[in-house]
T-cell receptor
Framework: GQQLNQSPQSMFIQEGEDVSMNCTSS?????WLWYKQDPGEGPVLLIA?????ELTSNGRLTAQFGITRKDSFLNISASIPSDVGIYFC???????????????FGKGTLLTVNP | DSGVTQTPKHLITATGQRVTLRCSPR?????VYWYQQSLDQGLQFLIQ???????AKGNILERFSAQQFPDLHSELNLSSLELGDSALYFC???????????FGEGSWLTVV
């Protein structure tokens, strides 16, 4: 099956710092998604990317769909304590009429923000 | 609140037992997905239903089964439980089969 490599596995930063994490794949994806999971909660969609090269922002979050279709990154600017959580990338392989069951998730990046 | 409701939130049971996890999708969503999340494997897709029909299977063990009922709620049945089945089980739903997936808060299963 598809393999997603997400890095880093964990980050410990100071409040106010910027954060960057990324996902790479050996296969081409036609959709990249970024989710955040708070403790005791389910993953929540942050940003969805549908086009190679696309750069999308959601508040302090910015994500890009790599031009090769094999990678994506997520940046968080001016981090705050509530940014703490696990961030997951997810990709949907290139296929006609892509279905969600083909979504592959990265193993997550655990972000800790020190106030 | 995603609108996806899962029960129970926590469950502790013994090896060899059987449990049923329940999921109510968001209003209007026809697709339901089940995922297993463990520390070493991350989020693993188990099975998907669409409007009552099974649509796709992922890494679901034969000891596990699921169904989606006419009112669109779904149940995941886990039987002959083993210690390694301890994990967080998520249900998710979407309007169709390629739309945004919304996750529930999960059911934490501990097998002792």
């Amino acid at each position: 099956g598809q393999q997603l490599n997400q890095s880093p596995q964990s980050m410990f930063i100071q409040e106010g710092e910027d954060v960057s994490m990324n996902c790479t794949s050996s296969s081409i994806f036609n959709t990249w998604l970024w989710y955040k999971q708070d403790p005791g909660e389910g993953p929540v969609l942050l940003i969805a990317l549908y086009k190679a090269g696309e750069l999308t922002s959601n508040g302090r979050l910015t994500a890009q769909f790599g031009i090769t279709r094999k990678d994506s990154f997520l940046n968080i600017s001016a981090s705050i304590p509530s940014d703490v959580g696990i961030y997951f990338c997810a990709g949907q392989p290139l296929m006609t009429g892509g279905s969600n069951y083909k979504l592959t998730f990265g193993k997550g990046t655990l972000l800790t923000v020190n106030p | 609140d995603s609108g996806v409701t899962q029960t129970p939130k926590h469950l502790i049971t013994a090896t060899g037992q059987r449990v049923t996890l329940r999921c109510s999708p968001r209003s209007g969503d026809l697709s339901v997905y089940w995922y297993q999340q463990s520390l070493d494997q991350g989020l693993q897709f188990l099975i998907q239903y669409y409007n009552g029909e099974e649509r796709a299977k992922g890494n679901i063990l034969e000891r596990f089964s699921a169904q989606q009922f006419p009112d669109l709620h779904s149940e995941l049945n886990l039987s002959s439980l083993e210690l390694g089945d301890s994990a967080l089980y998520f249900c998710a739903s979407s309007v169709g089969e390629g739309n945004t997936i919304y996750f529930g808060e999960g059911s934490w299963l501990t097998v002792v």
